[in-house]
């Protein structure tokens, strides 16, 4: 079964309301249009976020969805800014709108998942994006701390996962400024995401399947 296959089995599989279902197929329509490596990217980190959370005891469906959307802004962005290709400074001030368009395009209809993508690249230092100030003050303080916690594990698949199968030097496009070559990905990880080790583990272990 390829990854599509598998996504598209378990957005049905998760039957979830307000039709999230139905707003992810729609993303996976546009974002196969003109981008594509972006579309694999998501269905990888869907996957890698649901296997994590599942270990890590987390909202399995949350870690789903958040993981398959996240990058839903990039869709307002030019296709070849993610075609592996080195970019500029000033490309990569136009990536960095994707977080915020991300929340853009979806609070009015799933403000959990919008959350979550608008913060998947403020959980580390030097980030960008929403900040947790813009969390809603009438949210009860677990269902906040629950988006920082898929927002946390989302944003480290992703990371993972770039590094795992993005051609360009990623790393270098990002804030962290060093070379992949410098130590091993976990350490960076753990340089990204203080004491969140053993996120960083079961995101490590659940990678596997995936570069295999
Ligand atoms: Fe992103
Ligand atoms: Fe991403």
Same mark, same amino acid.
């Given at each position: 079964?390829?990854?599509?296959?598998? !996504?598209?089995?378990?957005?049905?599989?998760?039957?979830?309301?307000?039709?999230? /279902?139905?707003?992810?197929? !729609?993303?996976?329509?546009?974002? *196969?249009?003109?981008?594509? #490596?972006?579309?694999?990217?998501?269905?990888?980190?869907?996957?890698?976020?649901?296997?994590?959370?599942?270990?890590?005891?987390?909202?399995?469906?949350?870690?789903?969805?958040?993981?398959?959307?996240?990058?839903?802004? %990039? #869709? =307002?962005?030019?296709?070849?800014?993610? +075609? +592996?290709?080195?970019? +500029?400074?000033?490309?990569? @001030? @136009?990536?960095?709108?994707?977080?915020?368009?991300?929340?853009?395009?979806?609070?009015?209809?799933?403000?959990?998942?919008?959350?979550?993508?608008?913060?998947?690249?403020?959980?580390?230092?030097?980030?960008? /994006?929403?900040?947790?100030?813009?969390?809603?003050?009438?949210?009860?303080?677990?269902?906040?701390?629950? $988006?920082?916690?898929?927002? =946390?594990? !989302?944003?480290?698949? +992703?990371?993972?996962?770039?590094?795992?199968?993005? %051609?360009?030097?990623?790393?270098?496009?990002?804030?962290?400024?060093?070379?992949?070559?410098? *130590?091993?990905?976990?350490?960076?990880?753990?340089? @990204?995401?203080?004491?969140?080790? =053993? =996120?960083?583990?079961? $995101?490590?272990?659940?990678? @596997?399947?995936? $570069?295999?």
């Amino acid at each position: 079964m390829t990854y599509s296959e598998r !996504v598209l089995e378990k957005i049905k599989e998760h039957k979830a309301g307000c039709n999230l /279902g139905h707003t992810s197929m !729609v993303f996976l329509a546009l974002i *196969s249009v003109n981008h594509v #490596l972006v579309k694999v990217h998501c269905e990888r980190v869907a996957l890698l976020a649901e296997n994590a959370a599942r270990v890590l005891d987390l909202d399995v469906k949350a870690a789903f969805f958040a993981g398959l959307l996240h990058d839903i802004g %990039k #869709l =307002t962005l030019p296709s070849g800014l993610f +075609d +592996d290709g080195e970019i +500029d400074a000033e490309e990569y @001030q @136009q990536i960095k709108t994707h977080a915020i368009a991300a929340y853009e395009i979806l609070d009015d209809f799933h403000l959990f998942i919008a959350l979550c993508a608008g913060l998947h690249h403020a959980v580390y230092e030097h980030g960008y /994006g929403l900040t947790t100030e813009e969390l809603p003050k009438n949210w009860p303080v677990e269902l906040k701390n629950k $988006v920082i916690r898929i927002a =946390t594990l !989302v944003s480290i698949c +992703d990371f993972v996962d770039a590094a795992s199968h993005r %051609k360009s030097r990623f790393i270098e496009a990002s804030s962290l400024k060093v070379r992949k070559e410098d *130590s091993s990905l976990r350490d960076k990880l753990i340089e @990204q995401y203080p004491n969140k080790e =053993t =996120t960083i583990d079961a $995101v490590l272990e659940a990678n @596997q399947e995936f $570069v295999a």
